[in-house]
């Protein structure tokens, strides 16, 4: 069946440093990959997507890759903050559909 | 605009309870959804709706009931509480597709469930 594989699930990096998590999706007609943000006790809050038409997007300190060909797509976040700590969920998406297929997550720490 | 509300926010039951948690958004979204998040699993769906008076069964239905009489509400139904239902659970909505994408998902603030 349909999955997304994230890793890693838990990553700790110095502030200042920059963290990247991978997502792997298994259906290629999936289209749109949002990434949702979690704080502790929480609601997940999108924080960045990208469509299938486009290879990569920028907003701030947050990017979001595509590499259609390999079906997968990476978060990239650039210096790293204490306030970026949090759960990170990838989603896997296509169009005409209702389904929104989510990774486990990665635990982020940011270590000041 | 409130967004997404979910009441109740805590709730503790004894096994074999009911009880019906409540979802309401005011962005006139036709997608409405209910997750549950375990540790460790990530979001999974339970049951879904695509506009009022329509629901349909997600990953892990079993032993929950959904309603949608309102565009606005979605509601989920515990019948007999179990051990197993212990929960964050999440409410989420989206409008229709975009140029022909999906739109982006919004959650509610998750109501926490414990059953014993």
């Known amino acids: 069946g349909e999955n997304v594989e994230q890793h890693p699930s838990t990553l700790s990096v110095q502030e200042g440093d920059s963290a990247v998590i991978k997502c792997t999706y298994s259906d290629s007609a999936s289209n749109y990959f949002p990434w949702y943000k979690q704080e502790l006790g929480k609601r997940p809050q999108l924080i960045i997507d990208?469509?299938?038409?486009?290879g990569e997007k920028k907003d701030q300190r947050i990017a979001v890759t595509l590499n259609k060909t390999a079906k997968h797509f990476s978060l990239h976040i650039t210096e790293t903050q204490p306030e970026d700590s949090a759960v990170y969920f990838c989603?896997?998406?296509?169009?005409?559909?209702?389904?929104?297929?989510f990774g486990t997550g990665t635990r982020l720490k940011v270590l000041a | 605009n409130a967004g997404v509300t979910q009441t109740p926010k805590f709730r503790v039951l004894k096994t074999g309870q009911s009880m019906t948690l409540l979802c309401a958004q005011d962005m006139n979204h036709e997608y409405m959804y209910w997750y549950r998040q375990d540790p460790g699993m990530g979001l999974r769906l339970i049951h879904y709706?695509?506009?009022?008076?329509?629901?349909a069964k997600g990953e892990v239905p079993d032993g929950y009931n959904v309603s949608r009489l309102k565009k606005q509400n979605f509601l989920l139904g515990l019948e007999s509480a179990a051990p197993s239902q212990t929960s964050v659970y999440f409410c989420?909505?989206?409008?229709?597709?975009?140029?022909?994408?999906?739109?982006?998902?919004?959650f509610g603030n998750g109501t926490r469930l414990t059953v014993t």
């Open positions: 989603a896997a998406s296509m169009s005409g559909t209702y389904k929104y297929i």
């Open positions: 709706s695509v506009g009022e008076g329509t629901t």
């Open positions: 990208i469509r299938s038409n486009v």
């Open positions: 989420a909505s989206r409008t229709l597709e975009e140029s022909g994408y999906n739109s982006p998902l919004h």
